[in-house]
């Protein structure tokens, strides 16, 4: 049996009606540059995250970049993150000429920690305070610790742009005057920055990205540095630029929108299946780690997006046997990620390669992601869990 670690063939099936007509569309329009395409899907993103506003951009590292520019960061800054996540992350902070300051994970949701968080805050004021954003992410398709994260940013008055890359919909919960409410990814620091990458739950055929933000001022200078700082036509008040999307992009995000939610719902049952078959196999109690949905039992939790499952990544000893065993018997998989951001050799011979960050180090020596996407048959789950159980009944 072939189990793809990702198909988008069947997707493509089922809406290829839809998207040849609004690709058409956009073709006949002879309109190629923004225009109406992209200012609707801006809208309907901004509305489907629970923000004020959207900004259509090239690409999600575009999207980062695009606010750390926005909000003149540069030489001389410090931007907290985690070292554990795509490269994106540290490599838009290194472009602007600022410089990433990581702190270790939390081992249940592999997102970044808040209480180092609140520990390099209080050391960065006592040592004259150069941080000049903290970029959260929203790994894997699950929210960050977002209440946490959003009273140390207040108090340091430390704006936060989320990296929701992974976690267009994803939601967590905010205890508010003894209630609990749910807030989307990209709607609860400065501005979220979203990716459209035909991977993602919600992908694009090339390349896209969006910002989502309630602050107008910021978006508007957003807006201006997605079009080399342009503000009117030909009038250039900063240095920005071409970081626009294109509308053949936004038509068929637009059409793909629509059932977003419904994928994710399917990715939850297979996650869910993948745990009962995990647990009939006698694997999850001490040989494979299973993803932690850490807000799966809050309250309401049934109703919301409490993980989108971007990835389905377990945690197991000789990964990279397992890894090539799957292979073998035709099971795709993937690591993400098998270096961390501190330990990467762009960064050179310097104090980051000494900095030890465990939690993060361990997750990336062991980690493998299986298939999650919507359309897996039952039976290609069961073959999955199958040849993983195989593999271990052997050592």
């Not at 920690?113 to 150069?130: C, F, I, W, Y």
């Not at 799957?326 to 900095?355: K, N």
Request: charged content about 20%.
């Amino acid at each position: 049996m072939n189990v793809p670690l990702l198909d988008l063939r069947p997707q493509l099936t089922a809406l290829r009606p839809q998207i040849l007509e609004a690709v058409t569309r956009v073709i006949d329009s002879t309109g190629y540059i923004l225009g109406p395409e992209v200012s609707s899907l801006e809208q309907k993103i901004a509305q489907y995250c629970g923000a004020g506003y959207g900004v259509g951009l090239s690409s999600g590292t575009d999207a980062l970049l695009v606010a750390l520019m926005s909000l003149e960061t540069g030489p001389g800054d410090l931007v907290l993150t985690t070292p554990y996540t795509f490269f994106a992350t540290m490599g838009t902070i290194l472009r602007v000429g600022a410089q990433p300051l990581f702190v270790d994970i939390e081992p249940k949701s592999f997102n970044i920690d808040p209480e180092q968080v609140a520990q390099a805050l209080a050391d960065d004021r006592k040592n004259g305070s150069r941080i000049k954003a903290i970029i959260p992410v929203h790994l894997y398709g699950q929210c960050a610790d977002m209440q946490r994260l959003m009273a140390l940013a207040t108090e340091y008055d430390i704006p936060v742009i989320e990296d929701a890359a992974q976690a267009i919909g994803a939601e967590c919960p905010y205890q508010e005057d003894g209630a609990v409410t749910w807030r989307r990814a990209g709607s609860m620091g400065l501005c979220g920055c979203f990716s459209f990458f035909p991977s993602k739950n919600l992908g694009g055929i090339g390349d896209g990205g969006m910002l989502t933000s309630s602050a107008r001022h910021f978006v508007e200078i957003v807006q201006s540095n997605r079009n080399h700082g342009a503000e009117p036509k030909y009038y250039h008040s900063r240095v920005g630029g071409n970081f626009r999307l294109d509308p053949i992009q936004a038509a068929v995000l637009a059409v793909k929108l629509e059932y977003l939610d419904s994928w994710h719902a399917a990715r939850r049952r297979n996650a869910d299946r993948y745990r009962q078959l995990f647990n009939e196999a006698g694997l999850a109690e001490n040989v494979v780690a299973l993803p932690q949905a850490v807000y799966a039992d809050a309250s309401g939790a049934d109703d919301h997006n409490h993980h989108i499952y971007n990835q389905f990544v377990i945690l197991v000893p000789e990964r990279d046997r397992l890894r090539q065993h799957l292979q073998e018997h035709a099971v795709g998989c993937e690591i993400y990620y098998p270096l961390c951001l501190h330990q990467q050799e762009c960064l050179g011979p310097s104090l980051y390669q000494r900095q030890s960050l465990p939690v993060a180090e361990q997750a990336a020596a062991s980690s493998l992601a299986l298939p999650i996407y919507p359309e897996l048959a039952d039976e290609q789950l069961v073959y999955v869990v199958e040849t993983i159980r195989r593999f271990y009944q052997t050592r």
